[in-house]
């Protein structure tokens, strides 16, 4: 016999851990105690040795579903003290807000069976939930995690729940959504004006599609617009309404199967795709998938996450499910707003009187390399904490502009916000600082350090600078793609000098340029700049990222061939007067520009309606060949610049003899894959550094990512991606947060 202490650090509070626990002890006659400790639980165990091992290998190797073992602590006590039973202890540092909030999870097998199951008493019931399912992050107002402080509160527990609620060998012990159709939440119908309609909620949802119509779905984290996906009237008719002119619908398939009819699907991928957390998943389309979902090579699909959606699927293989906003703004989540800004784009409603507290978008990823590849990382992930190397507690990160986040850490956890959206306006603004001041009530954190991004005009350097003004505050300012790099680095818990190679859509240099196309070395405390590429002038600055043919034209300009871009003169002579004067005529190194400048010029392509769209399309048009221009490099101010002007002149003679633009644009990706080999080579010879990591929102791009990853491999270097956090500017608040800590930014 003998008494052992686990420490058991990770998410393991709020996901059924201790009932978990209590079977388990029970199963191998161990007794003791168990509490929740900051982060974790704490337990004592008594027992044969062989119990406790056997107790332990168990808790490894199978941990309740929801769990996340970070670290498992065994150490040996002494004399026994020989425990009558097993008992829940309290917390001994009451006081302190050390909780976690679970991500919301989608419904599980159990409750998923209960739902079809006529004989169950919540036979078909849209809001079905256990201690293992249901919402979440998204209906917490505050903590403690009790029912009153979320948006169940408004219903009270019948004796049934009640009494399932309180036992602990019940699968719904301590489930705070838990409901039932006596007493939780109901659905209902309302037409496109608004008004309520008599009626099985559901049947007439569904009826509303049959009929090729468009209804607002409210979901866990916000509304979706659904519609069928088999006529592509209908999609053009959704497109036109929301005005998204192009970019991909995400949609929801009933099962695997018929998703599998649209997209090739991995195991790696099926798993994700199943995975609690439901994210949508990057899949490689079918020929013969209808274009108006996709115009890439992907398709983003998802599987049903709540009982709502299963219910609502019944009646239909696929649905598009895309998140309804106004244009710009973060997704709706509110009945009446939903009403009020759908009218003319919603012919009817599937609502519920569920509040959603917070809103969430559903997550984005894809598998590479077997693993999650995250474009977006927000429901299902959101709140969950990364766990970093350091203590960073009190960091405030602010994040960039784009495809914003922010992150809070105490401690070694790491409280990265769901995707909030493009700061472009007041509503995501707001949105942006509500979202701030409820992860740290949530949290229990006071900020004690902003750090922020070194561009003067993101509205998130202005709520930094203002807030540490106002709170008396230290700021740290940081590069933009200094941050990337430390991010994909902190990501791969490294914390030594590394290469960076680092692919961007814009980000503000420290010489007040626009950067993009990095080659950095350094650490969190800092950076040298030993690589970019030649600036590309953007005419017109923003308009040039929608209007790409000024890009191209510029690229022809410079490369000396403004005569073979095809363009009207009157035009040709305004951009080249800009250009020349540099007059509004921003310079960027730019990777994610000079993507769009080459799609222009290999497909004549005028304008494209979101930002990245131009990368996007020329990785779907490029048909993989081993070719690649040369690649000239030209060295000034102690930075190795990528001089494209070769690479587009030859790219113009190609295509005057008609080779095919596809086989250019792989040339065009296979340039920049020698690109980052010579360059790193070179950095490697200056630096004897041999760890890279790659980051910025190009790494989205699957051509590059790999091949890239495998040349640097073959020239022996160590080479690290993202698994944690997204590629683009979402991840940047990593990076900021450890740089803050480490001494680094300005
Ligand atoms: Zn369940
Ligand atoms: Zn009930
Ligand atoms: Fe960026």
């Given at each position: 016999m003998q008494r052992v202490r686990l420490v058991v650090?990770?998410?393991?509070?709020?996901?059924?851990?201790?009932?978990?626990?209590?079977?388990?002890?029970?199963e191998f006659n161990l007794k003791g105690w168990i509490r929740n400790e900051s982060y974790g639980v704490e337990l004592e165990l008594e027992g044969t040795s062989q119990a406790i091992e056997g107790f332990v290998a168990r808790l490894k190797a199978q941990p309740p579903r929801l769990a996340v073992i970070e670290a498992l602590r065994v150490e040996s006590c002494g004399a026994l003290k020989n425990y009558a039973g097993f008992t829940i202890r309290a917390s001994e540092k009451s006081g302190e807000n050390n909780t976690l909030v679970s991500p919301d999870v989608g419904i599980c097998e159990d409750c998923l069976r209960e739902l079809r199951d006529p004989r169950d008493r919540r036979y078909r019931y849209p809001f079905i939930n256990c201690t293992n399912c249901g919402p979440r992050f998204t209906i917490i107002r505050d903590v403690p995690y009790d029912r009153p402080l979320t948006s169940m509160g408004a219903f009270p527990m019948c004796p049934e729940c009640e009494t399932e609620y309180r036992d602990i060998e019940n699968r719904r012990y301590h489930a705070q959504p838990d409901c039932c159709g006596v007493c939780g939440p109901r659905v209902s119908y309302l037409d496109a004006a608004g008004n309520p309609v008599e009626g099985d909620a559901i049947a007439l949802a569904q009826a509303c599609l049959s009929e090729q119509g468009i209804v607002a779905v409210k979901g866990l984290g916000g509304f979706h617009l659904a519609c069928k996906i088999d006529q592509e009237e209908t999609l053009r008719k959704l497109r036109q309404r929301k005005h998204r002119d192009e970019k991909p619908f995400a949609i929801m398939c009933a099962s695997v199967d018929e998703a599998r009819k649209l997209c090739y699907?991995?195991?790696?991928?099926?798993?994700?795709?199943t995975s609690f957390r439901r994210p949508i998943v990057l899949l490689r389309k079918r020929t013969g998938t209808s274009p108006y979902l996709s115009e890439n090579l992907d398709l983003?699909?998802?599987?049903?996450?709540?009982?709502?959606?299963?219910?609502?699927?019944?009646?239909?293989?696929?649905?598009?499910?895309?998140?309804?906003?106004?244009?710009?703004?973060?997704?709706?989540?509110?009945?009446?707003?939903?009403?009020?800004?759908?009218?003319?784009?919603?012919?009817?409603?599937?609502?519920?009187?569920?509040?959603?507290?917070?809103?969430?978008?559903?997550?984005?990823l894809r598998v590479f390399d077997g693993q999650a590849y995250f474009l977006r990382r927000s429901r299902g992930y959101a709140p969950q904490p990364l766990f970093l190397q350091e203590d960073c507690t009190g960091v405030l990160a602010c994040g960039a502009e784009q495809k914003a986040s922010f992150a809070l850490s105490k401690g070694r956890a790491f409280f990265l916000s769901q995707h909030i959206g493009d700061m472009?306006?007041?509503?995501t603004l707001s949105h942006y600082e509500g979202q701030i001041e409820h992860f740290q009530r949530l949290f229990g954190i006071t900020p004690t350090k902003l750090v922020c991004d070194l561009h003067p005009d993101y509205f998130s350097t202005a709520y930094a600078q203002e807030r540490c003004e106002?709170?008396?505050?230290?700021?740290?300012?940081v590069q933009h793609h200094h941050a990337h790099m430390a991010a994909c680095m902190a990501d791969n818990r490294l914390d030594e000098p590394c290469i960076g190679v680092i692919w961007d859509g814009t980000g503000y240099g420290t010489d007040g340029t626009i950067w993009g196309g990095e080659?950095?070395?350094?650490?969190?405390?800092?950076?040298?700049?030993?690589?970019?590429?030649?600036?590309?002038?953007l005419a017109g600055g923003d308009r040039a990222v929608k209007e790409i043919s000024r890009v191209g034209f510029a690229l022809a300009l410079d490369a000396g061939c403004p005569e073979l871009y095809p363009m009207a003169e009157g035009k040709k002579k305004l951009l080249t007067q800009?250009?020349?004067?540099?007059?509004?005529?921003?310079?960027?190194?730019?990777?994610?520009r000079l993507f769009d400048g080459v799609y222009a010029i290999l497909t004549g392509r005028e304008a494209v309606t979101y930002e990245g769209q131009g990368a996007i399309l020329l990785e779907a048009m490029a048909e993989p060949c081993e070719d690649a221009y040369p690649v000239t490099l030209e060295e000034a101010d102690g930075v190795s610049w990528f001089d494209f002007r070769p690479m587009v002149r030859e790219m113009f003679r190609e295509l005057a003899e008609n080779l095919p633009a596809?086989?250019?644009?792989a040339k065009f990706m296979n340039t920049l894959v020698a690109l980052a080999r010579v360059q790193c080579l070179a950095i490697r010879e200056k630096t004897g550094r041999d760890k890279v990591v790659l980051s910025g929102g190009v790494f989205q791009n699957m051509y590059l990512l790999p091949r890239v990853r495998d040349t640097l491999t073959e020239a022996g270097f160590q080479v690290y991606h993202h698994h944690r956090v997204s590629a683009n500017d979402e991840g940047i608040s990593l990076g900021q947060t450890m740089i803050a800590v480490k001494g680094g930014g300005q």
């Open positions: 650090v990770g998410i393991v509070q709020g996901v059924g851990f201790r009932p978990y626990i209590h079977r388990l002890v029970t699907i991995t195991p790696e991928e099926e798993a994700q795709l983003g699909v998802m599987l049903p996450y709540t009982p709502l959606h299963y219910l609502l699927m019944e009646g239909f293989d696929a649905l598009v499910m895309t998140s309804a906003n106004r244009s710009d703004c973060p997704v709706m989540y509110d009945n009446d707003e939903a009403v009020e800004h759908l009218q003319g784009i919603a012919d009817g409603f599937l609502v519920h009187n569920r509040d959603i507290v917070t809103r969430c978008d559903d997550s984005l472009k306006n007041a509503e106002r709170e008396g505050l230290p700021l740290v300012q080659f950095l070395e350094g650490d969190y405390a800092g950076f040298q700049r030993y690589g970019s590429l030649r600036p590309i002038p800009m250009i020349g004067s540099g007059l509004n005529s921003p310079k960027a190194s730019s990777m994610g596809a086989q250019l644009a």
